[in-house]
């Protein structure tokens, strides 16, 4: 089955634990991003990577991390969080644009509580 | 920058009825996608229905469909009949058609929420 995975689905830590969100997709899709939703804010694009070693900051980077070793992973790492960053996080995969249909998956979305 | 609009915060439609949810984007692009989410309780994003912006014909889903008007940049998508699984929040986003990094992300409206009323 076609999916994007992340894991944990569900994170309560406390200010200064460094924690990691991973993300996997078996699609071989060559763009992955990652977004979190705030209410009454939407999706905001926090990073992406356009192929293995690309990656640039999206519209919110600030307080976080990134890396694209592998094709189908592309983890989120906080390397200290905080408690502005209590939100809900969503890993998403695409073929690269210009090509297919355009269309993002998503995956089931991590609630990360940042005490 | 790509900017979308939705306006209203909420709306509530009577089971078995029609509803319209309105959607406008800002863009300078002449080639893109647009699309509306939906987002049960589950929060899982699902993809309800999509647009290419150089095709006239308004993209039909079975129950859902969409008036896509180009020049005034407005994306509405048309529930009909209703049911109480619609009860979600929706999202419209507009992505870049070009194959740039920047571009490349989905841009989101601040969402809707829909309740169906039985």
């Known amino acids: 089955e076609a999916q994007v995975t992340q894991n944990p689905r569900y994170l309560i830590t406390v200010t200064g634990k460094k924690l990691t969100v991973t993300c996997s997709q078996n699609?071989?899709?060559?763009?992955m991003s990652w977004y979190r939703q705030d209410p009454g804010l939407g999706l905001r694009q926090i990073y992406y990577s356009m192929n293995v070693e690309v990656t640039d900051k999206g519209d919110v980077p600030e307080g976080y991390k990134v890396s694209r070793k592998e094709k189908r992973n592309f983890p989120l790492i906080l390397e200290s969080p905080s408690p502005n960053q209590t939100s809900l996080y969503f890993c998403?995969?695409?073929?690269?644009?210009?090509?297919?249909?355009?269309?993002?998956?998503f995956g089931p979305g991590t609630r990360l509580t940042v005490l | 920058a790509q900017t979308v609009t939705q306006s209203q915060p909420e709306m509530s439609v009577q089971e078995a009825e029609t509803v319209t949810l309105s959607c406008t984007y800002d863009?300078?692009?002449?080639?893109?996608?647009l699309f509306w989410y939906k987002q049960p309780p589950s929060r899982q994003m699902i993809l309800v229905i999509r647009q290419e912006a150089y095709k006239q014909q308004n993209a039909t889903e079975n129950r859902f469909s969409v008036n896509f008007q180009k020049a005034a940049k407005s994306f509405s998508l048309k529930i009909s009949d209703s049911q109480l699984g619609d009860a979600a929040m929706y999202f419209c986003a507009y992505r870049s058609a070009g194959y740039t990094g920047a571009n490349s992300k989905l841009t989101f409206g601040k969402g809707i929420t829909l309740s169906v009323r039985p």
């Open positions: 863009t300078s692009e002449s080639d893109y996608y």
């Open positions: 699609m071989n899709h060559e763009y």
């Open positions: 998403a995969s695409s073929r690269k644009t210009g090509t297919g249909r355009g269309e993002q998956f």
